[in-house]
């Protein structure tokens, strides 16, 4: 059975007559996803080396061709067989769909850049083309929106990313001018697309943030086993301060040289809830240090 999302991709995709670029295709679809509204969003983009991208749309494309709904030729990535994903769609989003093809129908690579660009400059931060579609006005405004060159106090944030889409997580890294992220998993391996380590330091590296994994500050997963109380959670926590922490000096010391230079850095690792995730015991131990001075977030 085909995921609603990948459903939404198909019927875009002929809704443009079978046949689109990779980038007018994004483009297309984070128009969509605009109409959509926040909370009803099948896809959420970031800020890519050509505007709005959606890694989690680029992953279901490679899985649509790999079982031969797609195929890509030439740079147009072209549907096998129609089959009017439109009509199972829900009303609204099949209405909304009609409406990006009306408005958008005729519509180049460049056309959507432009019109992406200058109506969303957030997503052009980290263009490699912004230059030749923006005038110096609308390349100030884009330079507004990166925060990672607007946002200066040194700062240590923590983040799991239980519960959130790649693009989600990778926003508010950028949005809080984050400029490296600090795996400390042991094991930084996820079920979950987009978080395993080479998945993860690849999209980083795309939206211009810096990755390294320090597993040294990790807990084995077989110390992870059977946690189902908020007791037994304090429990491994303690061992942890009195092992791990108590060991690992030089790996504090890293991150704090870490946010001495790059300033704004971020800790991560899976749970969303504070109590129940090691970064913030990692964060409790570098702020108790003497000499401390700079702040504290958790995301």
């Known amino acids: 059975m085909m995921?609603?999302?990948?459903?939404?991709?198909?019927?875009?995709i002929e809704a443009f007559g079978g046949s689109m670029s990779p980038i007018s295709l994004q483009k297309a679809l984070f128009?969509?996803?605009?109409?959509?509204?926040?909370?009803?969003?099948?896809?959420?983009?970031?800020?890519?080396?050509?505007?709005?991208?959606?890694?989690?749309?680029?992953?279901?494309?490679?899985?649509?061709?790999?079982?031969?709904?797609?195929?890509?030729?030439?740079?147009?990535?072209?549907?096998?067989?129609?089959?009017?994903?439109?009509h199972e769609l829900n009303l609204f989003d099949s209405g909304l769909l009609q409406g990006i093809y009306r408005k958008f129908q005729n519509y180049s690579?460049?056309?959507?850049?432009?019109?992406?660009?200058?109506?969303?400059?957030?997503?052009?931060?980290?263009?490699?083309?912004?230059?030749k579609h923006l005038d110096e006005e609308q390349m100030a405004e884009v330079r507004q929106k990166d925060h990672r060159k607007t946002l200066f106090n040194h700062t240590l944030f923590?983040?799991?990313?239980?519960?959130?889409?790649?693009?989600?997580?990778?926003?508010?890294?950028?949005v809080r001018g984050v400029r490296t992220l600090c795996d400390?998993?042991?094991?930084?391996?996820?079920q979950k697309y987009g978080f395993s380590k080479s998945q993860l330091q690849l999209a980083c590296?795309?939206?211009?943030?810096?990755?390294?994994?320090?597993?040294?500050?990790?807990?084995?997963?077989?110390?992870?086993q059977a946690l189902n109380s908020q007791a037994d959670y304090d429990l491994l926590f303690e061992r942890y301060r009195n092992t791990v922490l108590a060991n690992n000096d030089s790996q504090l010391e890293r991150i704090i040289r870490l946010i001495?230079?790059?300033?704004?850095?971020?800790?991560?690792?899976?749970?969303?809830?504070?109590?129940?995730?090691?970064?913030?015991q990692i964060a409790r131990k570098i702020m108790s240090l003497p000499g401390i001075t700079f702040d504290f977030k958790e995301l």
């Open 3 to 12: 995921y609603y999302r990948r459903k939404v991709l198909m019927a875009l």
């Open 31 to 86: 128009l969509f996803t605009r109409e959509q509204g926040k909370d009803a969003r099948v896809y959420n983009f970031v800020p890519y080396k050509y505007g709005c991208f959606s890694f989690n749309a680029n992953h279901d494309i490679n899985v649509l061709e790999r079982n031969g709904f797609l195929s890509t030729v030439d740079n147009k990535i072209t549907i096998n067989k129609t089959s009017n994903f439109s």
């Open 109 to 131: 690579d460049d056309d959507f850049i432009d019109y992406t660009y200058k109506l969303f400059p957030y997503y052009a931060i980290n263009s490699e083309i912004a230059y």
């Open 158 to 174: 923590t983040i799991g990313y239980e519960g959130r889409s790649l693009e989600e997580y990778l926003n508010i890294l950028l």
């Open 184 to 190: 400390v998993r042991k094991n930084a391996y996820s």
């Open 205 to 224: 590296e795309g939206v211009g943030i810096n990755y390294i994994h320090i597993p040294e500050l990790g807990i084995e997963s077989d110390q992870r």
């Open 260 to 280: 001495g230079s790059d300033e704004r850095v971020a800790l991560t690792c899976f749970e969303k809830d504070v109590n129940q995730c090691h970064r913030t």
